[in-house]
């Protein structure tokens, strides 16, 4: 796989509550993980999950997390936004706006939570591969759960 080579990623979210924004992550179509993203406050930088849309997630080696989990993935084209990665969390006090795939969804701290997000993020950057930009489609299961978007 080279560089030039694109994947399509796409988050449907299904869930909008005050522990977070929870979705699905697909790959290619394929189904890859849970996804976790702080609640809805107006797009606001480190507080909020982005809005729908379509957008590019650029590869990023150079992140707080590569010495442990290798190169990441940045949310590029968010109005207002910036530093949004893929990053390993299980609940929104983990997150500063970022995206946390899980393997499961469950509880922790008594918060809602995706789980075994390590072995996720492991899993998602596998079927990434050598990919160097990709589309990021971000779409809701719920009818316009952004207010005053």
């Known amino acids: 796989m080279s560089m ?3 994947k399509m990623i796409k988050i449907f979210r299904h869930e909008h509550t005050s522990d977070g924004t929870f979705g699905v992550l697909l790959v290619n179509g394929e189904i890859i993980a ?3 993203e702080r609640p809805w ?3 606001e930088q480190n507080v909020s999950c982005i809005p729908p849309g379509l957008y590019h997630a650029r590869k990023r080696e ?3 997390g590569a010495e442990k989990y290798g190169p990441t993935y940045q949310v590029e084209n968010v109005q207002g936004r910036t530093g949004i990665l ?3 969390g299980n609940t929104i006090e983990d997150l500063q706006g970022c995206i946390a795939p899980g393997l499961a969804m ?3 701290n008594d918060r809602k939570a995706v789980l075994n997000s390590g072995a996720a993020f492991r899993l998602f ?5 050598n990919v160097g930009e990709s589309p990021l489609l971000i779409t809701s299961f719920e009818a316009n759960p952004y207010q005053n978007f």
Do not use: P
């Open 86 to 88: 893929f990053h390993v």
């Open 34 to 36: 849970f996804t976790l």
């Open 62 to 64: 150079d992140w707080f």
């Open 41 to 43: 406050i107006g797009n």
């Open 125 to 129: 950057l596998k079927e990434m591969g």
């Open 4 to 6: 030039h080579e694109k």
């Open 106 to 108: 469950g509880r922790m």
